[in-house]
């Protein structure tokens, strides 16, 4: 299968900017058959069939090799535990290895009578709201299953997974380098410390609870805002009060945009890395209520909404598919040297949304909790991922030790977090 530009960039991640990986934790209050589970990883790699390749590192062309004995690969393993939480964080430390592993993973954790199904899968070849579909493909196909042992999937072979379709629907067929504007110069980092110490990876998780999702939806429209704008100006003010930026100066912060709103619903579309980036740049205002903050993000989205947010970054990541693989490499290898002696890189925010707006079933079995984990960043770099499944809204950040502390991350989560919370007494 040919690699998309954005999978290679994605895919260079592994030369020390990330761990390049996408994680997924379901929890069940029932036992899931582990032999059919096993089953249904097996067949997602035959229904999306990149998920049942390897990258081939090649100069001019790089491309999706398919694995060659899928048969001999435990898809799934299962694991007893007397401590679920320890397990879990221990899993989502374990790394994905590019060149033996599969892109996609899977350890079902069962203690006493309750199972946690937990899910590795590779960024090289799928963004996070993939990694959401996948889920869903998934529970679809263990449920099958469950009603027919011998069902067999039919390959999504059809689907698209690069930007062209994205800019086609846009009605731009000519790409001109001039068009894209040059990227300003980052405002800040998240705090980070050079180290020559080993690094060691870490990821910190907090979970807000429904009653008070439910306030913060209600605050959200009741201001006319959404809730990454809600989530965005949470982002800002943890920030704006961990590092205190000069007064009135714009500081960064860049987020993904799922580029598959500008699709037709009809549209089919493979498991891919169909993901745009924008920017959103605030000043820090001494004193500013959260309200007015809000007003201000506010403001400044729409700014950014009807300008087609994240067309702009497929248009530079179609014009890299002109690049060979070498050229693709040392472009962010430049790029990431200039941020380490620079010492600033805009924080990021990746908000999956709802991972499903009804309850996922596996079989009989209900996925009671859900969330999504998003990649770890090497410092200056730093990623903040939101995912909400049953109006339960989580926080996840990983990051590598000691260049960036523990304490600093769970400070900023907590703080995040009440900010967030904080709209509930609004």
Known sequence: MPVTSQDMFNYTARYGISNHTLQAVIHFKDKLDEAKLARAVRLSIDAEPVLGCFFVERENSPFWQRLFDPEKISWCRLEETKDREDSVMKFLLEPLNMDRDPQIL??????????????????????????????????????????????????????KRDQSAVLEAQGITELKSSSIPGEAEPTWAFPWQRSAEQESMQFSVTRIPSGNFRNISAYARAHEATINDIILTAYFRALFDMIEPELYAPME?????????????????SISNLSGIESLRMPRIKCESFTSTLERVVLAMKRIKIHFPGIQSALACELMSGMNFREVLETVKKEWQTSLVSGNS??????????????????????????????????????????????????????????????????????????LSSCCDL
Not at 136 to 146: E, F, N, P, R
Not at 253 to 269: A, C, G, H, K
Not at 352 to 373: H, Q, R
């Open 346 to 419: 805009s924080p990021m925010l990746t908000n999956l949304g709802v991972i499903s707006p009804t309850p996922l079933f596996f079989g009989e079995a209900e996925a009671e909790d859900a969330y999504v984990v998003t990649p770890a960043f090497h410092a200056p770099a730093f990623m903040l991922g939101v995912s909400t499944y049953n109006e339960v809204l989580t926080l996840t950040a990983g990051y590598y030790e000691p260049a960036t502390k523990k304490e600093d991350v769970d400070h900023f989560l907590n703080m995040v977090a009440g900010g």
């Open 253 to 269: 912060i860049q987020f993904t945009v799922d580029l598959r709103r500008y699709l037709p619903e009809e549209e089919n579309i």
């Open 106 to 159: 899977a350890l079902l954790l069962r203690h006493c009578q309750e199972d946690t199904l937990c899910i590795k899968l590779n960024h090289a070849c799928c963004d996070g709201r993939s990694a959401r579909e996948y889920l869903k493909l998934l529970a679809g196909l263990y449920t099958k299953l469950c009603r027919d042992p011998s069902f067999e999937p039919e390959p999504n072979v059809q689907g």
